[in-house]
């Protein structure tokens, strides 16, 4: 198994394994580091049908809880993103994001793989979130260690949100509801458990205010961070193919769909796999 770097910032491509045809302990242990740091895996021409593809999925982990979307018939941990090339309603996956930051234990991962993509367009960009806590100013840093961001589904899934209502003409049955409102705690730093290494954890879509802070200060500091993060610095983008399999970690990544391909269609398959409550360890 050979890792190859995707950009000069992060990310990589793995290169020498066939995943389908099933991989071994040391094999798994392998890839639960190299995503650990290098916060995206790109793996491509794989070969899954479902029940392979959740079988490769508990090699490195545990599925995690999935809501508002329903998933694939006979399939509970899979979701199957859907687009049909005349489709105008939002685009699932817009916004940068870090998947299901607003839940208690946040998956550790997600798994996506591509069975219908455009020739072009439908990318997907990542953003480092060590590295943006990493090129703060040793003041900001300080400033932020003792806060926690405050998350909350609701702009996407509450009543009032994106996709708060159902849309008969969407391919994927997304239902909001009132449980979107309810808002968790997470430390703005955390800790990755595996490298121990520090990463902002905040993101545009499901991070709603700062605990402690006025909503004058909280909403100027959220913009700053919202900002920072994204910087072109910190990226890489995946363009997908037939066959790719993208893994990537969401305790220290954020990402974003890019809506850049009306007029074509784009399957794909995801899992998340389980997390643990976000915590700063003490350096």
């Given at each position: 198994?050979?890792?190859?770097?995707?950009?000069?910032?992060?990310?990589?491509?793995?290169?020498?394994?066939?995943?389908?045809?099933g991989?071994?302990?040391?094999q798994?242990?392998?890839?639960?580091?190299?995503?650990?740091?290098?916060?995206?895996?790109?793996?491509?021409?794989?070969?899954?049908d479902?029940?392979?593809?959740e079988?490769?999925?508990?090699?490195?982990g545990?599925?995690?809880?999935?809501?508002?979307?329903?998933?694939v018939?006979?399939h509970?941990?899979?979701?199957?993103?859907?687009?049909?090339?005349?489709?105008?309603?939002?685009l699932?996956?817009?916004?940068?994001?870090?998947d299901?930051?607003?839940?208690?234990?946040?998956p550790?991962a997600?798994?996506l793989?591509?069975?219908?993509?455009?020739?072009?367009?439908?990318?997907?960009?990542?953003?480092?979130?060590?590295?943006?806590?990493?090129?703060?100013?040793?003041?900001?840093?300080?400033?932020?260690?003792?806060?926690?961001?405050?998350?909350?589904?609701?702009?996407s899934?509450?009543?009032?949100?994106?996709?708060?209502?159902?849309d008969?003409?969407?391919?994927?049955?997304i239902?909001?509801?009132?449980?979107?409102?309810?808002?968790?705690l997470h430390?703005?730093?955390?800790?990755?458990?595996?490298?121990?290494?520090?990463?902002?954890?905040?993101?545009?879509?499901?991070?709603?205010g700062?605990?402690?802070?006025?909503?004058?200060?909280?909403?100027?500091?959220?913009?700053?961070?919202?900002?920072?993060?994204?910087q072109i610095?910190?990226?890489?983008?995946?363009?997908?193919?037939?066959?790719?399999?993208?893994?990537?970690?969401?305790r220290?990544t954020?990402?974003?769909?890019?809506?850049d391909?009306?007029?074509n269609?784009?399957?794909?398959?995801?899992i998340?796999?389980?997390?643990?409550?976000?915590?700063?360890?003490?350096s």
């Open positions: 198994m050979e890792i190859r770097p995707l950009t000069g910032a992060f990310g990589a491509e793995v290169l020498g394994v066939d995943l389908g045809s991989i071994g302990d040391q798994a242990q392998a890839i639960q580091m190299a995503l650990a740091e290098n916060g995206v895996l790109v793996f491509r021409e794989q070969a899954f479902i029940d392979g593809f079988k490769f999925a508990l090699n490195i545990e599925f995690g809880d999935t809501p508002f979307i329903t998933p018939d006979g509970p941990n899979v979701l199957r993103l859907l687009r049909e090339a005349d489709e105008q309603g939002p699932f996956g817009s916004g940068w994001h870090s299901w930051s607003f839940q208690l234990k946040p550790s997600t798994l793989y591509a069975v219908d993509v455009p020739d072009a367009g439908g990318d997907t960009a990542f953003t480092s979130q060590y590295l943006a806590f990493e090129s703060l100013s040793e003041s900001m840093k300080s400033i932020l260690l003792g806060l926690k961001g405050i998350h909350s589904a609701e702009r899934y509450g009543p009032k949100g994106t996709f708060g209502r159902p008969p003409n969407a391919s994927m049955d239902h909001g509801d009132e449980t979107a409102v309810v808002h968790q430390p703005l730093v955390r800790s990755h458990p595996l490298t121990g290494r520090r990463s902002l954890f905040v993101n545009e879509v499901y991070t709603v700062i605990e402690g802070l006025t909503n004058s200060e909280s909403s100027s500091l959220l913009k700053f961070l919202f900002e920072h993060c994204k610095d910190f990226t890489c983008r995946v363009r997908w193919e037939p066959g790719t399999l993208t893994i990537w970690d969401n220290a954020q990402h974003f769909a890019i809506n391909y009306f007029g269609r784009r399957e794909m398959y995801r998340t796999l389980a997390g643990e409550q976000p915590v700063l360890a003490s």
